[in-house]
C-alpha cells in the first residue's frame, strides 16, 4: 500500500501517526496554508531536524527557514533531478518538482516524492538512497574509467553467444586485421576461426575447451590470424563470462583481441640469442675441456716423451764425463753427435708444444680472408728447395676467420703433405672447395695411409710412419686441428695405402 492510500485510509490522529511512525521513508504532511499536519520520525532522523522546532508545530516556510539558516542549502549539499543536474525552488511559490533528489551536507542522498492530495494536503516522502547511489556513482566511474582505458588502448573488442555463434566485433577489431568493419559483418565463429593460423587451431580449440568447461575461469590465448596483405598478425585473446542471469536466453561471453606481434617478436629473437649464447657456451665448454686435455697431454709428454731423448743424453754424456778407458776421439765425437741430436730432437718437440700452447691460448679474431690466399702464401714459404712439386689452389671466397689461425692450419696441413710424398715421385698438392657443403680440402699423392689408425691421426706425439716421412714430433696434425677447432670447424681425412691423402676441413663462420 502505498503512503498516499494508507493516509487515506487511516481516519484518526493516533492510529495516523502510529502507522506512519513504522515506515522506513521519512513523510510530512502541511495543509493548503502550509501548516503543519503530521510527520513520523524518520523524517526528523534523515533531515536532522530537532525536538525543539517539530515540537511548536512549525510551517512548512518555518522549516525551510531553519535548514537555510544552518546551511542546508549550502554546497556541498544540493538539489538535482535524474540526470544530476542542479535544481532550484520555484522563484515564485518556493516549490521544488514532484520529484528530485537532494544531498545532505552530513553526505547523504535523499529521493523526495512530492504529492498533493485532493484534500489539499500536501505531503512529501523521503527515502535514504545513499548506498544506491553511492553504488551508481562507483558504476558510472567505473564505466566512465573502462572507456577512457578502452579509448587509450583502442582494442579489438568481441562479444558471442555460445547459443547462436553470432559474433559482435567492434572496428578496432577488423582494423587490427586490415579491414573495414563492414567487410567483416556478419561475424560468426566459423568464419573467426577460418581466418586463425592452422597450426594454432589445436592450441586455441584447447583453451576454449578449458573455458567453456569451466577449468579456466576466463579465456586467455594467444595465436596467430592472418591480416588482409596475407601475413600473420600475432593476437592476444582474453574474454569472460556475462556473470547475470540472461533473460533473452543469450548466453553471452565478451573480450578483447589486441595486437602483440612485436613482443612476439621481440620473444623470438631473444630465444634465439638464448640459444645462441648456449651454443657459445656449450662451444666454449668444449674448447677449455680440449683445452684442459691438452694441457694434461704436454704435461704427461714432458714427464714421458721428453724422458727418453733426455735419458740417452745422460748416458753419453756420463760416458764423455767419465772417461772410460779405450774410448777413442772418434767414439767420442759419435758420443757428442748423439748428444746434439737428442739435444734436437728434445728441442724440437718443445718448440711443436710451444706452438699448440699459442694455438690454445691466442683469442681468434675473425676477419674476411681467403684460404686460398692464405694457402698459396704459406705453400711458397714451405716449397723451398723441393724439386718437381705441383701445387694447384682454387680460388675460394671470402670468409670470416681468423687468419694467423688459418695461417697455422694451412702450414701443418701442406707441410704434411710434402713430407709424406712417396719415394721417386713428383708431388702433386691440391686445395680445393665446396661451395655447396662449405667444405675445404688439401689433396696429396703421398704414400697415404691405413683407415684403421685414423684415430691416433691426430694425436699429438703419434706418428703412423717411420721418422723420415713425419714433421718428426708427431704433433703437426695435432695443431691442424686444434686451429680448426678454435676457428669453428672441424677437421677429418680419407686415405689408403699408396693412394695419398685427402684432408677435409670446415670453418666455423
Known sequence: MSVVSLLGALQTPALLQEAIDLLDQGIVCFDPQGQLVCFNRRYTELLDLPDTLMSRQPGKREVVAFQRARGDFESPGRFFDAEGRTLHPDPVVDEMPAHYWRQTRAGKTLEVRVAWLSSGLHVRTFTDVTPYFAAQQLAVRSAARLHRVLDALNPGTWETDLVTGEVDINAAWAQLLGHDLAALVPMTRERWRAMIHPEDLEATGQARLAFTTGLDKQFDCRFRMRHRDGHWVWVRCTGKSDPGVPSDGKLLVSGTLIDISEKMQALERSTALADQLQSEVRSQNRQLERAVADLTMISSSLAHDLRTPLRSINGYASMLSDGAPGTTPQQARAYAEKI??????????????????????????????????????????????????????????????????????????????????????????????????????????????????????????????????????????????????????????????????????????
Open 340 to 509: 746434439a741430436d737428442h739435444s734436437a730432437t728434445m728441442g724440437h718437440m718443445i718448440s711443436r708444444m710451444l706452438v699448440l700452447l699459442q694455438v690454445l691460448q691466442v683469442k681468434p679474431v675473425p676477419r674476411a680472408v681467403r684460404v686460398s690466399d692464405v694457402a698459396r702464401a704459406r705453400m711458397q714459404e714451405l716449397q723451398t728447395g723441393v724439386s718437381d712439386l705441383g701445387f694447384s689452389c682454387a680460388d675460394t671466397p671470402h670468409v670470416l676467420a681468423d687468419p694467423d689461425l688459418l695461417g697455422v692450419l694451412m702450414e701443418h696441413l701442406l707441410r704434411n703433405a710434402l713430407t709424406h710424398t712417396a719415394p721417386a715421385q713428383a708431388c702433386r698438392i691440391e686445395l680445393g672447395h665446396d661451395p655447396h657443403a662449405q667444405v675445404y680440402w688439401v689433396r696429396d699423392n703421398g704414400i697415404g695411409f691405413d683407415m684403421d689408425m685414423a684415430d691416433r691421426l691426430f694425436k699429438p706425439f703419434s706418428t703412423l710412419h717411420r721418422k723420415d716421412h713425419s714433421d718428426g714430433s708427431g704433433m703437426g696434425l695435432a695443431i691442424a686441428q686444434r686451429c680448426v677447432e678454435r676457428l669453428g670447424g672441424r677437421l677429418w681425412a680419407r686415405s689408403a695405402p699408396g693412394a695419398g691423402s685427402t684432408f677435409y676441413f670446415t670453418l666455423g663462420h
